[in-house]
DNA sequence: ATGGCAGCGTCACGCTGA
């Protein structure tokens, strides 16, 4: 199973690459952030003539997310609200949804940004964070395995970011925000990127501003986290900076991970004997 | 220290993102 994750920055006017990037890659999933349209307007049509079911949770002009499959999807949940009934505001914004896709829970998050680290913005996305640890909470009680991905605005080491000495505590690389980070991941997430590749130089993200792509000045903030039953069958992790670009570009580009899922009948019986 | 680029909503430019 293939499942990938990508930041469109408006998935109207990302539309035809979307679309171009799925028939190329074929992911079974493709998790999509800041699709930036209200649900009656998202482009459904499109994904299904590809043969991908939609889940959608978006808004009008920010935030909002999708889950697109071409493998069965249930029981789609919606906000965290969906598993803690005193979410409250931190539910309002759309930037939160899962599917239960051959057994494994898909969440898609949308972390927010923060804007900077005296803004208001900022300790809404602490709180956020602290929200989502509850959230995972209650998602490990329902035992499925888990593979949460999307675009967490937090470089989470000095080798996500393309210059450590200057952005290292700065917004999306404060110590704050690492630590929430840590916090939601405990001992159960692992970083799928990181059990294939070590070095620094790696980035999904890169400002449309200051030349930072023709520069080569990114981050790796967007991530996929794997439970330790999907983590043991990954057999790659690639981010995919092809799609950076393209002409009229989003910001972000593809993560894509590669699980050997479901476990082989075979080998299971093996374990058995 | 600041703005730079892009999308949206609604039609001139402010808000938001990262």
Redesign the pocket.
Known sequence: MRIATW?V??V??RLDQVVAWLQHDQPDVLCL??T???DELFPHAAFQELGYATAISGQ????GVAILSRLPMEDVQIGFGALLPDAGALSDQKRVISALVEGVRVLNL?V??G??LTSD?YGYKLEWLSCLKRYLEAQEEQADPLCMVG?F?IGPEARDLYDPERLTGG??ASEAERSALREVLGERLVDAFRLFEQEAGHWS?W????GAWDNDRG?R?DHIYLSEELAECATGCVIDRGPRGNV?PS?HTPVVVNLAWPPDDGEEADDWL
């Open positions: 930041n920055n408006s109207r006017t952030q800041e930036k349209v209200a009008k002009a920010y935030n949308y927010p940004n804007s900077s913005k675009d605005n917004i999306m993200w400002d449309y501003r200051t981050w903030i009229q910001d």
